[in-house]
């Protein structure tokens, strides 16, 4: 069974950092790109940042330069660094792989269960 399992979310004021966790287990992690989404209340869940079976990374414009996403094959763990976290970042944040080869995946095939951000002015 897989299962993917988000950490590290919680309430930080504008400005400051997190660090997400997903620990990914039941799937052979380093064949699966990987992503982080989120999702604000009212609003579509959107990816945030991609980061490929290889190097290869994606991120969105509204959070390039403040996040960095990362992955540990060897821990089966993906990571999202965020910095200059800003009110508008606050939402639900997802992680997912993807088994397909294609860059960027437009499907995802196993999700986790978010783990919330909240980011006060």
């Known amino acids: 069974q897989v299962q993917l399992v988000e950490s590290g979310g919680g309430l930080v004021q504008a400005g400051g950092s997190l660090r997400l966790s997903c620990a990914a287990s039941?799937?052979?992690?380093?064949?699966?790109?990987m992503g982080w989404h989120r999702q604000a209340p009212g609003k579509e869940r959107e990816l945030v940042a991609a980061?490929?079976?290889?190097?290869?990374?994606y991120y969105a414009d509204s959070v390039k330069g403040r996040f960095t996403i990362s992955r540990d094959n060897a821990k089966n763990t993906v990571y999202l660094q965020m910095n200059s976290l800003k009110p508008e970042d606050t939402a639900v944040y997802y992680c997912?792989?993807?088994?397909?080869?294609?860059?960027?995946?437009?499907?995802?095939?196993?999700w986790g269960q978010g783990t919330q951000v909240t980011v006060s002015s």
């Open positions: 997912a792989a993807a088994i397909t080869t294609r860059w960027l995946p437009k499907l995802y095939d196993y």
């Open positions: 039941g799937l052979t992690f380093g064949s699966y790109t």
């Open positions: 980061i490929s079976r290889g190097v290869i990374t």
